[in-house]
Nanobody
């Protein structure tokens, strides 16, 4: 079992930065790939970024490349999403998710078993 708690969301002006954190409980965090998803009102959930279990492989969707960076600290059981140059269209509830190491490639949004409760990110234009 993995329990996930996100933090770091808030209100920021366009062009600003936020860093989201996702703290995981359980001893199996280092065996999990971690992902960040987001969902804006009226839109489908979007797969934003992912990182493999030891942090040496990452994925990010095209719309955030060069602006968002995913990282993890297995000693702290925490995954981060550094968001720079935020845009109004980044406004959404952001969720972190975990899946055990599997053959599923990082670019696939499937297979995530554990989810956090979400944290709101609001970017004012």
């Amino acid at each position: 079992q993995v329990q996930l708690v996100e933090s770091g969301g808030g209100l920021v002006q366009a062009g600003g930065s936020l860093r989201l954190s996702c703290a995981a409980s359980g001893r199996t965090f280092s065996n999990c790939a971690m992902g960040w998803f987001r969902q804006a009102p009226g839109k489908e959930r979007e797969y934003v970024a992912a990182i493999n279990s030891n942090g040496d492989n990452i994925y990010s969707t095209d719309s955030v490349k060069g602006r968002f960076t995913i990282s993890r600290d297995n000693a702290k059981n925490t995954v981060y999403l550094q968001m720079n140059s935020l845009k109004f269209e980044d406004t959404a509830v952001y969720y972190c998710a975990a899946r055990y190491v599997s053959p599923i490639g990082l670019g696939s949004p499937y297979g995530y078993t554990y989810w956090g409760q979400g944290t709101q990110v609001t970017v004012s234009s």
